[in-house]
T-cell receptor, first 112, second 115 residues
Framework: DQQVKQNSPSLSVQEGRISILNCDYT??????FLWYKKYPAEGPTFLISISSIKDKNEDGRFTVFLNKSAKHLSLHIVPSQPGDSAVYFC???????????FGTGTRLQVFP | DAGVIQSPRHEVTEMGQEVTLRCKPI?????LFWYRQTMMRGLELLIYFNNNVPIDDSGMPEDRFSAKMPNASFSTLKIQPSEPRDSAVYFC?????????????FGEGSWLTVV
């Protein structure tokens, strides 16, 4: 049973528009939430994070939103660029462990 | 600076053979993680070490899988005997201190195909 779910395996967005990637989790004990980005043949790299005491964190074109009551996390990319085309993984951490639990990933394609 | 180094990058082996994947974490990092990526389950944590000691191996799928970290600069993940369902990309990652913020750094992965 997946504790972290990314229900959309793929997303296609036109360049310049907004990309919204979603993630749902099951455990209210998770206290830190992250997004990682992965290009083909490379390892995942950190993108942006948010702690459970906040509901929004922004870094340039990337904004992460956290809705604790709904156990829902989302990543907004505005404006989307072709270089953003990659697989995006959300990840969560439980407050009393050091392990990150990842979702299944969403493949984002940004077309011109 | 050198990142996390994994070898081999690609491995094709026959069912029943032993497979050993290797990892060199970033110097100074005290946490090491082994993940497996599949289409169905995404990135699964198999095991992680802190200061060379295994902390949580609850993600190791079966007794066929074992991992060791004999010193701070080297870890292995072994599959014996290998099966076709073990085909996946195996990632090693390391971090310094507790896993907060952006402290986990991944290697480029080892692509394993078992035929």
């Amino acid at each position: 049973d997946q504790q972290v779910k990314q229900n959309s395996p793929s997303l296609s967005v036109q360049e310049g528009r907004i990309s919204i990637l979603n993630c749902d989790y099951t455990n209210s004990m998770f206290d830190y939430f992250l997004w990682y980005k992965k290009y083909p043949a490379e390892g995942p790299t950190f993108l942006i994070s948010i702690s459970s005491i906040k509901d929004k964190n922004e870094d340039g074109r990337f904004t992460v939103f956290l809705n604790k009551s709904a156990k829902h996390l989302s990543l907004h990319i505005v404006p989307s660029q072709p270089g953003d085309s990659a697989v995006y993984f959300c990840a969560v951490r439980s407050y009393n462990t050091d392990k990150l639990i990842f979702g299944t990933g969403t493949r984002l394609q940004v077309f011109p | 600076d050198a990142g996390v180094i994994q070898s081999p990058r690609h491995e094709v082996t026959e069912m029943g053979q032993e497979v050993t994947l290797r990892c060199k974490p970033i110097s100074g990092h005290d946490y090491l993680f082994w993940y497996r990526q599949t289409m169905m389950r995404g990135l699964e944590l198999l095991i992680y070490f802190n200061n060379n000691v295994p902390i949580d191996d609850s993600g190791m799928p079966e007794d066929r899988f074992s991992a060791k970290m004999p010193n701070a600069s080297f870890s292995t993940l072994k599959i014996q005997p290998s099966e076709p369902r073990d085909s996946a990309v195996y990632f090693c990652a390391s971090s310094f201190g507790r896993t907060i913020r952006n402290t986990i750094y991944f290697g480029e992965g080892s692509w394993l195909t078992v035929v």
